[in-house]
């Protein structure tokens, strides 16, 4: 039961790798260093936009936070007991602060210049994404408060400079493809209808006809440098283990044989997008081999974490995201806690 700090982990590791390469033209920039860090996605990178909404799914509630030293070990709004991925990699850009929620009052004025984070937990490609939690934000909704964040670096910059700073010294990262899988056509009960009218194949081919319209947006609002994250290996979640009712070391082959398969289409989709888009750059980032290696064989990376149902403090304990099966008790579905070695 390693998956949970596995996918989190194996995100980080990937992000910086793939960043480390990629972001080095923005930082050397003749317009001096690195400019912005836009965040698109789901509950992965949420930094808080989920508390000012009317939504069932938030993380403004301990035990979530406790270990983020920004807000004191209180919840912020993040699905996690830290920082997400979006803040970790700005940390390491030397950005001095994280990138804003868009729905946050303070999202306005010189604050944006640092980044502004648009995800959402329970979002998706697909706007009928996530309604089982009432209300999220959809990509096309976070493209379109983009827009809005656009037209205010024109105010703040000037039309020339705006462009310059988003197109040549900014990076848009995307992390989204896994709630259109786990929260829609997969739904338990809800998405039986949806499963009859339509195979996985036509399933597919609208996410990615939805993702190639939406980079396509961004890029006309003069985004460039793009980072966009696969769907990782879904099937081995406690979430979809718990409903398939799998034991612990099983996965769900039907998720994970669809999350590859939108990996491969995606894969297709951002290299015709790097030909066919003039000076955009689009970074795939394998998220689910890694994440997968990583709970294969986790040990040979010095993982080694033993769980159990009691909490710890933050200073011997660690969140997970996911919700799982405690081991003293198998009809408990509380959150996990990590005991550190």
Not at 73 to 98: A, S, W
Request: glycine share 10%; proline share 4%.
């Amino acid at each position: 039961m390693v998956m949970e700090k596995a996918w989190s982990f194996g995100l980080v590791l990937l992000w910086f790798s793939t960043l480390s390469c990629y972001l080095v033209n923005a930082a050397d920039d003749k317009n001096g260093g690195f400019g912005a860090s836009f965040i698109f996605g789901d509950s992965l990178v949420d930094a808080g936009n989920n508390n000012y909404l009317p939504t069932l799914s938030r993380a403004n509630i301990p035990p979530n936070g406790i270990d983020f030293k920004a807000s004191g070990g209180n919840p912020t709004g993040r699905y996690t007991n830290g920082r997400t991925i979006g803040d970790i990699v700005g940390e390491e850009l030397g950005v001095p602060n994280y990138a804003v929620p868009y729905l946050a009052p303070n999202s306005t004025g010189k604050a944006i210049l640092y980044g502004v984070n648009y995800a959402s937990g329970g979002g998706g490609i697909m706007n009928a994404t996530g309604r089982i939690f009432v209300n999220r934000l959809g990509l096309d909704i976070q493209i379109d408060f983009f827009n809005n964040t656009r037209k205010q670096f024109d105010k703040l910059l000037g039309s020339s400079k705006a462009k310059d700073y988003i197109s040549k010294r900014s990076i848009f990262s995307v992390t989204i493809g896994a709630n259109d899988f786990l929260n829609n056509y997969l739904l338990p009960v809800l998405s039986i209808g949806a499963r009859i009218s339509e195979t996985p194949d036509g399933f597919i081919d609208d996410m990615i006809n939805h993702l190639s319209n939406q980079l396509t947006r961004l890029y006309k609002l003069d985004a460039r440098k793009f980072v966009i994250g696969n769907v990782g290996p879904i099937g081995c979640i406690p979430y979809q283990k718990t409903i398939n009712q799998l034991n612990e070391n099983e996965c769900v082959d039907l998720a994970n044989k669809l999350a590859m398969q939108y990996n491969g289409r995606l894969k297709e989709l951002l290299t015709e997008l790097n030909g066919k888009l003039k000076g955009a750059i689009f970074v795939h980032a394998n998220v689910y081999d890694l994440v997968m290696e990583l709970i294969t064989n986790y040990a040979k990376y010095g993982i080694i974490w033993f769980f159990t149902c009691r909490f710890y403090n933050s200073k011997r304990s660690m969140l997970w995201k996911w919700r799982a099966i405690c081991r003293d008790n198998p009809m408990r579905t509380d959150i996990k806690y990590v005991q550190r070695p």
